[in-house]
């Protein structure tokens, strides 16, 4: 059963739910801004304003869409509470802010039924990138990523005159010109910071450009492979400055100054490939339009 709601219903009910919502998420809200302060997560604090651009991008549409009540919406609200509670009891950490998530989701169904969730769906599910990885998983992805960089920094590295090394696991052992030295793909070097940081940016470029929608699925597929390949060549940067200027100049600021650079180039190569596909694409519609107008 649904029923119309009125704007002005609708707005003092979402802020009763919004402080509602607050006071009982106050804890993993507080753990969750307080991980935003350390280096690997420092990007979850941009993620809730691109939502709520989103969500002004859409202003006009929402203003027009005319939302009923869910009661679907509730039982969502109901669930993800119940999923709250047991993952405290069940101490597990990484699902408490996901039912966060899915309890806006179902107050947003709830409150403004299936034409405002068409409309805010992805700012909503978009959140999901604040949320700091799992351990376990943060751990399994990161290991191959850095045995990959240091697999292949090795390789390049030996094409430099009077280079020899190898890689290990997550090691690079070498010589220069039979000085030795090792080089550490440390976890701050695996890339999986620019990896997040990329995907949720490319995500928010791919809503955000009015294109056909196989150019977006290309746009955001692509963010992967652009992210693993500025980090490997991050590392080979980083071996290189160690080798040929001193180890002590590869940490420390200038480490940090290269995975930035890493990250402006990345989103030159993702504007790149924006801009060709922009240039190859022809809209036929509006190029047939061009001919019955020339014609």
Known sequence: ??????????????????????????????????????????????????????????????????????????????????????????????????????????????????PIVRRVWLPVVFLIFAIKLPDRLHEQITIPMRITASAVAADLLNLFPGVECSSANVLIHGTHYGERFDLNVAEACSGMRLLRIFVALGVAMAYLEYRPMIHRLVLLLSTVPIAVFCNMLRVLLTGLVHIYIGPEYARGTLHTVMGMVMLIVAFGLYGGLAWIMSNVYVDEKKSKDVLVVKG
């Not at 106050?26 to 997560?41: C, H, P």
Request: hydrophobic content about 55%; charged content about 15%.
């Open 1 to 114: 059963m649904t029923e119309a709601v009125p704007l002005v219903d609708r707005v003092w009910k979402v802020a009763i739910l919004g402080i509602l919502f607050v006071l009982l998420f106050r804890t993993e809200l507080a753990v969750l801004v307080k991980s935003w302060g350390t280096a690997n997560e420092s990007h979850g604090m941009l993620i809730p304003a691109f939502s709520l651009y989103f969500i002004y991008q859409e202003r006009d549409r929402l203003r027009k869409a005319r939302g009923k009540s869910s009661y679907f919406g509730l039982l969502i609200m109901l669930l993800s509470l119940l999923g709250y509670l047991w993952s405290i009891y069940a101490k597990i950490g990484y699902s408490r802010p996901v039912m966060m998530i899915t309890m806006i989701g179902g107050i947003v169904l709830f409150m403004g039924g299936w």
